[in-house]
């Protein structure tokens, strides 16, 4: 099994930043894409960015320029600093990963989600 774990959310106020991580971990070859998604209550899981293991880097039109994602793929970790945030980027910020596992078979797994909050 492939498991992720996120860590950095939170509550900051509108204008702030805060850096968002994730490290996968269990039986990994190899990792292909990871990324960002996050979902709001009556809405539907949305994609922030995803990045794969060379380095492209996708972004939803609502966070380019804010939002900058990047990843380690030695730590098989991947990290999304965030600034200027908005009221409208609260939600629950879950991390993705997809590859092949030690077996030879593809895995598409999802972390348990953080919560970013944007408030005064």
């Known amino acids: 099994q492939v498991q992720l774990m996120e860590s950095g959310g939170g509550l900051v106020q509108p204008g702030g930043s805060l850096n968002l991580s994730c490290l996968a971990s269990g039986d990994i070859f190899s990792i292909d894409a990871m990324g960002w998604y996050r979902q709001t209550p009556g809405r539907e899981r949305e994609l922030v960015a995803t990045i794969t293991s060379g380095g492209i880097i996708n972004y939803s039109d609502s966070v380019k320029g804010r939002f900058t994602a990047s990843r380690s793929n030695a730590m098989n970790t991947v990290y999304l600093q965030m600034n200027s945030l908005k009221p409208e980027d609260t939600a629950v910020y879950y991390c993705?990963?997809?590859?092949?596992?030690?077996?030879?078979?593809?895995?598409?797994?999802w972390g348990q989600g953080t919560q970013v909050t944007v408030s005064s």
């Open positions: 993705n990963a997809n590859g092949y596992n030690l077996n030879f078979r593809l895995f598409d797994s």
